[in-house]
C-alpha cells in the first residue's frame, strides 16, 4: 500500500503561481510513474500532468501545456506541480496519483488531495 499525501493548495489571483508537492510513502515502486488530476464542483475528475519514473518523459493535458511543469525527486519519493499563469478556470481539488499507469481508471493510489481556488 502506498500513501500519498499532498501539500501547497491554497487561494491565488488569476495570473499568480502556486507548487504543488506530494509526498509518497509505504510500499513504494520505483519503476512506476506518478502524476496529478484535478477535480472541479460537478465535474469528472480529469487528467493534468504525468511524468516518468526516470523524470525524462512528461505529458500534459491541452489545457495546462505551457503553464505548468510537473517533476519528481526520486530520492524523496516527492513529485512536484508548478502552476504558473493560473486562471479560474483552473479551480479545482488537485489529486496527486501513482502508478502503474496513469489512466484514471487504473490508478494504483490517490492522494486525498488539496484544493486550488484561483480568484478573478
Known amino acids: 500500500q502506498v500513501q500519498l499525501v499532498e501539500s501547497g493548495g491554497g487561494l491565488v489571483q488569476a495570473g499568480g503561481s502556486l507548487r504543488l508537492s506530494c509526498a509518497a510513502s509505504g510500499r513504494t515502486f520505483s519503476s512506476y ?3 496529478w488530476f484535478r477535480q472541479a464542483p460537478g465535474k469528472e475528475r480529469e487528467f493534468v500532468a504525468a511524468i516518468s519514473w526516470s523524470g525524462g518523459t512528461t505529458y500534459y493535458a491541452d489545457s495546462v501545456k505551457g503553464r505548468f511543469t510537473i517533476s519528481r525527486a526520486n530520492a524523496k519519493n516527492t513529485v512536484y506541480l508548478q502552476m504558473n499563469s493560473l486562471k479560474p478556470e483552473d479551480t479545482a481539488v488537485y489529486y496527486c496519483a501513482y502508478g502503474p499507469t496513469m489512466t484514471l481508471k487504473a490508478i494504483g493510489s490517490w ?9 478573478s
Open 33 to 35: 510513474p506518478m502524476g
Open 111 to 119: 492522494g486525498q488531495g488539496t484544493q486550488v481556488t484561483v480568484s
